[in-house]
């Protein structure tokens, strides 16, 4: 099939406007193109740097058709946009990746069955539709286990680890009585993700993996190389590299692994679009991962993912302003850490209003940096050297 390339100059749409838009738009802007975002909010982190935000819901027909009649291609930031909104804009303008990926990725049950009917490791898994079901599945899988529901769940948000069979009845309850996944607990060593993009072509570049550690389900720390060997680097980037193939992705797509204590690689989940762990791309590679989302559904060759030094990236989520605002000056006094700020007006616990990256000559030293910087934010530290 034959693409027309969108050339810089054009206006490329986003679905979506939070903290991904943004980075994405900066990266589009910086290389000459004009932004549009449409979603229901106003004065988004996306919106505050887009040439045009446009607020609406995604269900309102008339707004999405006259936002994709303005722009010549659309990408989203977020896989939970509706797939009736992805369709009727592809009708006015090209959707990448495709709204098939996104109808296989925003609910867990395809995703999984997807990936395991296409020969992908993934996470023992069964569907749950009753509770006679969950019942059945735990005597498969056994315990301990988690209980997903099958969409909008993120940052653990919509899900129930179950530790004994008699909590099935409450478990299910919990989730709302609605079509969730039971998957087996993972006793995994580390946390693995790749991110990678796929052009119109079928060119495909990766960034090396990363390792992330979570705390309360979100991704707190992000490390760059992997701290794991080099035939699990390479099997995950190998893993990643097909499913980009087999899902026909253009545009970027992360695959999130968990690497179990003999050594085994365990597909967790994917997400079509830039990665909370690939945010310390922006400092630490030649060219970082939303640029690459730019030019894959731009359709332009694909840039170089060279790492540049090692590098770690800690989250900033709103409990960072629990002692009030935060030190930037001390943060900003470790000259190898970067700034990375949202726009996000309201800090609340566990949203995530920012990003620190540090660079330095080894991972480790990278990470103990980066926290070190994260610590001197605390506004009832007096300390601003560093």
Known sequence: MKYRTVLPGSTIGVLGSGQLGRMFTIAARRLGYRVHVLSPDSDTPTG?????EINAPYDDLDAVTNFAKQTQVVTFEFENVPMKTAELVSQHAPVRPAGSVLHVTQNRLREKTFLQTSGFPVTPFRPVHELADLSTALEQLGVPA?????????????QVKITAAEQAATAWSTLGEQTT??????????????????????????????????????????????????????????????VLAKLEVIGVLCVEFFLTRDGKLLINELAPRPHNSGHLTIDAHVSCQFEQQVRAVCGLPLGSTTQLRPAAMANLLGDVWGNGEPNWTAACAFSDVKLHLYGKAVARPGRKMGHLTALADSPQQAVERVLEARLALDASLTSTTA
């Open 181 to 242: 996944v039971l998957e087996q607990h993972i006793d995994f060593d580390s946390e693995l993700s790749v991110v990678a993009a796929r052009g119109v072509g079928g060119q495909v570049e990766h960034f090396a993996p990363f390792t992330n550690m979570h705390h309360n389900h979100i991704l707190d720390v992000s490390i760059s190389p992997a701290t794991v060997p080099d035939e699990i680097a390479r099997e995950a980037v190998e893993i990643a590299r097909g």
């Open 146 to 158: 988690v209980l997903k529901t099958a969409e909008w769940g993120y940052d653990g948000k919509g």
């Open 48 to 52: 505050q740097v887009a040439d045009v």
